[in-house]
């Protein structure tokens, strides 16, 4: 079983990952998603983050709008592929993903927040 995250905002990827008002849990076997859960982002505190709450989860892979240089770094070497620069909607790119054919666009991982 693979366990994929997607920023969303409702069930559209959010533009930014970090600052997604949601996080929709995948769970995918032999390609086809079994389950699913939302979990609200608990934003950046002092003990936690996005990224760290996501690795939390147990997920795999995380597909994600514009994710910054230092979230991406925090999932990667937890062993959680990323893929940034990917929009529309959550099942569709889950699905994309599953096909092999969603990849990342390295200019989305920003090396800075967005003011």
Same mark, same amino acid.
């Given at each position: 079983?693979?366990?994929?995250?997607?920023?969303?905002?409702?069930?559209?990827?959010?533009?930014?990952?970090?600052?997604?008002?949601?996080?929709?849990?995948?769970?995918?076997?032999?390609?086809?998603?079994?389950?699913?859960?939302?979990?609200?982002?608990?934003?950046? %505190?002092?003990?936690?983050?996005?990224?760290?709450?996501?690795?939390?989860?147990?997920?795999?892979?995380?597909?994600?709008?514009?994710?910054?240089?230092?979230?991406?770094?925090?999932?990667?070497?937890?062993?959680?592929?990323?893929?940034?620069?990917?929009?529309?909607?959550?099942? %569709?790119?889950?699905?994309?993903?599953?096909?092999? %054919?969603?990849? %990342?666009?390295?200019?989305?991982?920003?090396?800075?927040?967005?003011?």
């Amino acid at each position: 079983m693979v366990k994929m995250v997607v920023g969303v905002d409702g069930r559209t990827l959010s533009p930014y990952f970090g600052r997604s008002k949601q996080f929709l849990v995948f769970d995918v076997e032999n390609g086809k998603i079994v389950k699913e859960q939302m979990f609200e982002n608990p934003g950046h %505190t002092l003990i936690s983050s996005p990224p760290k709450f996501v690795a939390k989860l147990g997920v795999n892979v995380v597909i994600g709008g514009i994710i910054g240089r230092i979230a991406y770094s925090i999932m990667r070497k937890r062993g959680i592929e990323v893929i940034a620069g990917v929009s529309g909607d959550a099942v %569709t790119a889950v699905e994309k993903y599953n096909k092999g %054919t969603l990849v %990342t666009d390295e200019s989305a991982i920003e090396t800075h927040a967005p003011s």
